[in-house]
C-alpha cells in the first residue's frame, strides 16, 4: 500500500458495502468525511479534535445518530458539517493512502461514471491510476476478497474505457470484464453476494439498495488533507 502510494498519480478506492457508498450519500447532504481506521477509543478523540459527529456502528442505528450505514446516513444525516466514518477496509485504505503524494478518490457502483469522468479531466492519459477493490475481513482479520468491491472497481474502469483510455493492465480488464457481463442482474447480484448477504441477514438490506444506485450520483469524494471533499463541485479541481 506504501508503494502505490508514491507509485501511482491517483488511486481510487473502492469499498461498495459500505464505506465509499456512504461517503457518496455525505458528500450528497452537504458533509464531509474524514475516515478514520475501524472505530476505538482513539476514534472519540479524533473527532472531537477536528470537531467531527463520530459515526456509529450498525448495530447502533436507530438511536438518529450517523452510522456507516448509507440508508441511516440518507434517513439521519450528520449534525454537524464534519463525520469521522471508521471502516476497517476503505476507510483505512484511504487514511494510509493519505501519508503518500498519491492523490486517493472513493469510488462505488454510485458515482463510478462521475468519479471515471473527472480522472479523464484531471488525470489524462498517460497517467497512472490505481483502482483499488478494498475487499473485507474474515473474524480473524485477515483479508476476504469481495466481489462487489471488483464490480465496484470495474465499473470504473469500464467508463474509462468506455472515454477511450487506453493502458489497461490484465487485472483493470478482467475486472471491467467481470462487472461488464453482470448488467441488468446487478442489483440482484448485489443481494446475492456474501456481502449483500450477510447485510440482508443484520436487517441492512436497504444499504444494498443505496449501494446499487448505480450512476445515482455525480460526488467525486477527493481526499485533501485528511477530509474527503466533492471535487466535482470545484470546477479548479
Known amino acids: 500500500m506504501e508503494a502505490l502510494a508514491d507509485e501511482a498519480d491517483v488511486a481510487v478506492v473502492v469499498d461498495v458495502l459500505s464505506f465509499a457508498t456512504s461517503v457518496t450519500v455525505a458528500l450528497e447532504i ?3 468525511v474524514l475516515p478514520y481506521p475501524w472505530r476505538d477509543d482513539s476514534a472519540v478523540a479524533f473527532a472531537q479534535r477536528h470537531g467531527a459527529v463520530l459515526a ?3 448495530s447502533q442505528t436507530g438511536t438518529g445518530r450517523v452510522s456507516l450505514s448509507p440508508a441511516e446516513m440518507r434517513a439521519h444525516p450528520p449534525s454537524g458539517g464534519a463525520v469521522v466514518l471508521p471502516s476497517p477496509n476503505g476507510s483505512t485504505i484511504a487514511r494510509r493512502l493519505a501519508s503518500g503524494t498519491t492523490t486517493c478518490v472513493a469510488a462505488c457502483l454510485r458515482n463510478a461514471e462521475a468519479v471515471a469522468d473527472w480522472l479523464d479531466g484531471r488525470f489524462p492519459h498517460p497517467a497512472r491510476v490505481a483502482v483499488v477493490a478494498a475487499g473485507e475481513r474474515w473474524p480473524d482479520d485477515s483479508l476476504r476478497p469481495a466481489v462487489e468491491d471488483l464490480w465496484g472497481a470495474g ?15 490484465p487485472e483493470a480488464r478482467a ?3 467481470t462487472y461488464e457481463a453482470i448488467g441488468t442482474d446487478l442489483a440482484a447480484a448485489l443481494h446475492d ?3 449483500g448477504q450477510e447485510l440482508d441477514a443484520l436487517g ?3 444499504d444494498v439498495d443505496v449501494a446499487a444506485e448505480v450512476g445515482a450520483s455525480s460526488v ?9 471533499v466533492d471535487a ?3 470546477p479548479g479541481s
Open 30 to 32: 452537504g458533509a464531509t
Open 56 to 58: 456509529v456502528g450498525r
Open 155 to 169: 465499473a470504473v474502469l469500464s467508463a474509462l474505457a468506455a472515454g477511450g483510455r487506453p493502458g489497461f493492465s
Open 175 to 177: 475486472a471491467r470484464a
Open 193 to 195: 453476494c456474501a456481502g
Open 204 to 206: 441492512f438490506g436497504a
Open 220 to 228: 467525486v469524494p477527493v481526499l485533501r488533507d485528511g477530509v474527503f
Open 232 to 234: 466535482a463541485a470545484d
